[in-house]
C-alpha cells in the first residue's frame, strides 16, 4: 500500500563501551526520524513509539520543543526489531542478535499511543519475546489498561521529584496528574497486574535541582507507606548540549541510595549503555526538524 507509513533504516551505530549496545535510526515518512536500541549484554531491544513527544519535560531534548508529529503504528513499532534481526543477516552485525526482553523506552510516551503499543506487543509475544518494560511519564489513567493485558510487563515510572512543585517544574504532565494520583496509580497497577511485581521508579539526578540529601530524605518519606510497591532506581544523568541541565557525581548518587535505604527505600543506581552514541537513557535523537541538527535527546 503506497501509503502505508512505514520507517526505513538510515544508520547503525555500535558502541565501544564494551557492551555492544548498537543504536538503529529510521528515516520516517515526514522526514524526520526514530531511533531504538539493541542491547545484546541484556538480549533485549529497545524501541520507539512516537515520532516526537508532546509531554515536554523539561529534562528531554525532544520535550524541549514539545510536538508529536505522529503515533508510530504497530506494525512500524515492530519494524525497528525486525531491522535489528535483518540487519545481522546483511553483514552489518557478526551473528543474529537474541532479544528475549522488549523495552518501550525509546522516544514518545508509549501509554499516550497504547493501540499500537499493545498491537506490537501482540505481534512481539508471537515472536517469541515474552518480556516487555514499559516506560511512562506518568499518564495514570492508563495504567489500567496497560493491567489488563495478560503479559509479563514492567511499568518504569517518571518520578523525578519529591515534591508536586519540583516535579510540575520538571514535568508539566504533574499538573494533570500529581503525585498523589500517580502513587495511587502505581499501587493500583502493582495489585491488579498479571505479574503483580513492584513498579519502578525513575528518578534522574540532576546537579543542584533534585539531588540533595534532604530531597532524598523527603523522597523517604514520600514513599514511606509504598516501600514493597516500588523500587526506586537513581539515574545519572547523560549531558544534553541543549539544555543547561548538569548530572550529579556518581559519588553523591551513591550517597543518595544510602539515605533513601536508610529511610527503608528499595534503590538502586543506574547507568546507561550506550552513552558514547548517544544511546543511553535520555539519549535518543528525534531528528532534525526538532534539534535544528544538533544532538537532541530524550529520557523516561
Ligand atoms: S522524557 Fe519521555 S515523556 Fe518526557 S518529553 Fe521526553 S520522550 Fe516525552
Known amino acids: 500500500m503506497a501509503n502505508t507509513p512505514h520507517l526505513a533504516l538510515a544508520d547503525v551505530t555500535t558502541s565501544g563501551d564494551g557492551t555492544n549496545t548498537t543504536k538503529y535510526r529510521f528515516a520516517a515518512d515526514e522526514g524526520n526520524s526514530v531511533e531504538s536500541v539493541l542491547l545484546p549484554s541484556l538480549e533485549a531491544a529497545s524501541v520507539s513509539t512516537q515520532v516526537g513527544c508532546r509531554m515536554g519535560c523539561r529534562f528531554c531534548g525532544v520535550g524541549e520543543s514539545p510536538r508529536v508529529l505522529r503515533n508510530l503504528h504497530a ?7 525486525l531491522a ?3 540487519s545481522a543477516n546483511t553483514g552489518i552485525e557478526s551473528s543474529p542478535p537474541s532479544i528475549r526482553n522488549l523495552f518501550y523506552f525509546g522516544m514518545g510516551e508509549p501509554l499516550a499511543n497504547f493501540d499500537n503499543v499493545l498491537g506490537s506487543m501482540e505481534q512481539f509475544h508471537r515472536m517469541g519475546i515474552e518480556r516487555f518494560a514499559v516506560a511512562s511519564c506518568g499518564l495514570v489513567p492508563m495504567f489500567p489498561q496497560l493491567a489488563k493485558i495478560p503479559l509479563a510487563i514492567r511499568l518504569f515510572v517518571s518520578l523525578h521529584a519529591p515534591n508536586n512543585r519540583l516535579r510540575s517544574e520538571l514535568m508539566p504532565i504533574n499538573r494533570q496528574y500529581p503525585i498523589e494520583a500517580l502513587l495511587e496509580g502505581i499501587l493500583e497497577y502493582r495489585r491488579s497486574s498479571f505479574l503483580g511485581q513492584p513498579v519502578y521508579v525513575n528518578y534522574v539526578m540532576l ?3 533534585n539531588d540533595s540529601p534532604d530531597a532524598m530524605m523527603e523522597l523517604g518519606r ?3 507507606d509504598y516501600r514493597t510497591d516500588v523500587i526506586v532506581l537513581l539515574k545519572l544523568f547523560n549531558r544534553i548540549d541543549t539544555l543547561p541541565l548538569r548530572g550529579t ?8 541510595v544510602r539515605v533513601l535505604e536508610s529511610c527503608g527505600v528499595c534503590c538502586h543506581y543506574t547507568e546507561s549503555y550506550g552513552r558514547d552514541i548517544n544511546a543511553g537513557g535520555g539519549q535518543l535523537t528525534p531528528g532534525s526538524p526538532f534539534t535544528a541538527g544538533e544532538e537532541g535527546k530524550r529520557g523516561q
Open 75 to 81: 506494525h512500524e513499532i515492530v519494524a525497528q526489531v
Open 84 to 86: 535489528m534481526q535483518t
Open 207 to 209: 546537579r543542584g535541582i
Open 222 to 224: 514520600l514513599l514511606e
Open 249 to 256: 557525581s556518581r559519588r553523591q548518587i551513591r550517597r543518595c
